[in-house]
């Protein structure tokens, strides 16, 4: 059975930074490229960061995170981590965690496998 786990969402002040985590369990980690996406109230779900490796050359971010969010990847726990500095109002959403078969690399579409949601709050 695939387990993505997600941890370390909460409220944030403007300018915070939070790091989430997501735990996979029930796949082969290293043959799945990962994926963060957020929702908010009223908007579309968009992806925020994608990896396939630990190596720069090998992420992507949406424009809105670009420079704050650093996504990165421990195969060996299985885990991936979205850490957010310089926190906004405007990245206040439900953060998800997805993961996609190298296989459907090519797609543009997100993977079958989505975590629980972590609920990310930057207010005053």
């Known amino acids: 059975q695939v387990q993505l786990v997600e941890s370390g969402g909460g409220l944030v002040q403007p300018g915070g930074s939070l790091r989430l985590s997501c735990a996979a369990s029930g796949i082969t980690f290293s043959a799945y490229v990962m994926g963060w996406y957020r929702q908010a109230p009223g908007k579309q779900r968009e992806l925020v960061a994608v990896?396939?490796?630990?190596?720069?050359?090998?992420?992507n971010y949406a424009d809105a995170v670009k420079g704050r969010f650093t996504i990165s990847r421990d195969n060996a726990k299985n885990t991936v981590y979205l850490q957010m500095n310089s926190l906004k109002p405007e990245d206040t959403a439900v953060y998800y965690c997805?993961?996609?078969?190298?296989?459907?690399?090519?797609?543009?579409?997100?993977?079958?496998?989505w975590g629980q949601g972590t609920q990310v709050t930057v207010s005053s």
């Open positions: 997805n993961a996609k078969s190298v296989r459907l690399a090519a797609s543009r579409l997100p993977g079958a496998y």
């Open positions: 990896i396939r490796t630990s190596s720069s050359d090998n992420t």
